[in-house]
T-cell receptor
């Protein structure tokens, strides 16, 4: 079975500090993409960052970066210089490609609170 | 710049009623899908479509029907609403199999 596990249901961080959200996944495929999505209280799903599994280099997007460990099937998200607007649910997800199905498989989410 | 449009945003149904959640995208994406989001459960796939005329079941399809007569539209039908279908529903579209997904704003459905 293909699964995504986010072991931290809730986290909090002080404004301007750094926080890391954990994610592990399980798939027997070798070709896939990994994603982190942010869902603020507005309910909109916003793509934060994407990582191609075949790339060894970790993806970065401004204050957001990932630590991708393919052998360990781990994909953590680091948020630097946390801002109040980062308060949201964060979902880790992946898509296999190369076969006939290309649907996102999500973790259960981590609720992040950034405190002033 | 519409993207993915879902209607309605909120809906209250009585048990046993039927309704259709609408989803339309203007990006000419082949892949479309429906998810439901429940507290502590993340997003779970209900149905998906890889193109007009082609649909398939996801993880939690029971109680829902879909059809895809055009590339743009992918409605989700609740046949006989049950309280267990109280949830937030998201429609998504993707330009390709492993591409970034574009999400609608979601529909909060309450079945009483």
């Amino acid at each position: 079975a293909q699964t995504v596990t986010q072991s931290q249901p809730e986290m909090s961080v002080q404004e301007a500090e750094t926080v890391t959200l954990s994610c592990t996944y399980d798939t027997s495929e070798s070709n896939y993409y990994l994603f982190w999505y942010k869902q603020p209280p507005s309910r909109q799903m916003i793509l934060v960052i994407r990582q191609e599994a075949y790339k060894q280099q970790n993806a970065t997007e401004n204050r957001f970066s990932v630590n991708f460990q393919k052998a360990a099937k781990s994909f953590s998200l680091k948020i630097s210089d946390s801002q109040l607007g980062d308060t949201a649910m964060y979902f880790c997800a992946f898509i296999n490609y190369g076969g006939s199905q290309g649907n996102l498989i999500f973790g259960k989410g981590t609720k992040l609170s950034v405190k002033p | 710049n519409a993207g993915v449009t879902q209607t309605p945003k909120f809906q209250v149904l009585k048990t046993g009623q039927s309704m259709t959640l609408q989803c339309a995208q203007d990006m000419n994406h082949e892949y479309m899908s429906w998810y439901r989001q429940d507290p502590g459960m993340g997003l779970r796939l209900i149905h998906y479509s890889v193109g007009a005329g082609i649909t398939d079941q996801g993880e939690v399809p029971n109680g829902y029907n879909v059809s895809r007569s055009t590339t743009e539209d992918f409605p989700l039908r609740l046949l006989s609403a049950a309280p267990s279908q109280t949830s937030v529903y998201f429609c998504a579209s993707q330009p390709g199999q492993a591409s970034k997904a574009f999400f609608g704003q979601g529909t909060r459905l309450t079945v009483v």
